[in-house]
């Protein structure tokens, strides 16, 4: 079965229920909605994988207690189309559809693996849970043979990697190791200066810096000039390459950067 994601769901409701923007029930006030309808939303709402519901712990328990109340208001055994009612749980300013559509809201559509693919050595857990969603993102590319999208995926991690290390070693002290760094400011390096900075840096080992040039050369086919002029182009081939070059640069982070305890 094919999954739905959170903002799938809203766009449904807002199609189906275009009023409830506008409601504001007071207290206690009964609502009614469309049987067939507030079982279409729920349907949908089924098929979102568990770990979308990404939610505070209060919140997330008023979702699922709306979601509920929405569920069994819609009940009906007999085969009956009338009309749906419900009231606003307590603590609630709005009728559980209005509730739950909020709440969806504060949702994203895509969500890091269960675990964070060895990536705890960061502190920053915003930016360890996208490099989480490309890194999956980039192997999910590779099972569908994907294979361009899984190269310039897997060079564009590569060069948050590295970009993140040498920040933490600090621009300063990168510049005074690396004679060859370029004169603009170090978010501006591109993906060859930052390898040859982390090596000189000795952020990563010698072979990990050539399985990373081999991602650089391998994201490079993109361009269509240099695609013409070696008849080349990304492959199976070039996706293992460019995947087996964030494995060696996440492994050198590792070792460098402990994880805090």
């Known amino acids: 079965m094919s999954h739905a994601v959170p903002s799938q769901v809203r766009k449904l409701i807002a199609r189906l229920f275009p009023e409830l923007a506008k409601e504001r029930p007071t207290p206690g006030e009964t609502g009614s909605y469309s049987r067939p309808r507030v079982s279409a939303v729920l349907d949908l709402l089924d098929r979102v994988p568990d770990e979308l519901i990404r939610l505070r712990p209060d919140d997330f328990s008023m979702f699922w207690a709306n979601v509920s109340a929405l569920r069994s208001a819609s009940i009906d055994r007999s085969g009956s189309t009338e009309a749906v009612r419900v009231t606003p749980l307590p ?6 559809l209005g509730e739950i559509d909020e709440h969806l809201a504060k949702c994203p559509d895509e969500a890091p693996p269960s675990q964070s693919v060895g990536l705890e050595f960061m502190k920053d857990q915003e930016l360890r849970e996208a490099l989480s969603i490309d890194i999956r993102s980039a192997n999910s590319c590779l099972s569908n043979h994907e294979y361009k999208a899984c190269t310039v995926v897997a060079g564009s991690i590569i060069e948050t990697l590295l970009l993140w290390a040498l920040h933490v070693e600090g621009e300063t002290s990168v510049r005074t190791k690396f004679g060859k760094a370029p004169p603009n400011a170090l ?6 200066p930052l390898i040859q900075a982390a090596e000189q840096c000795n952020v990563i080992a010698p072979d990990t810096t050539s399985q990373a040039r081999l991602a650089q050369n391998y994201r490079n ?6 695609q013409l002029r070696l008849r080349d182009r990304c492959d199976r081939g070039t996706a293992l390459g460019a995947l087996a070059g964030v494995e060696r640069v996440v492994a050198d982070l590792q070792k460098r950067y402990p994880a805090p305890v």
């Open 91 to 96: 603590e609630c300013k709005q009728r559980p």
């Open 187 to 192: 978010n501006d390096w591109t993906l060859g």
């Open 221 to 226: 086919l993109i361009h269509p000039g240099r």
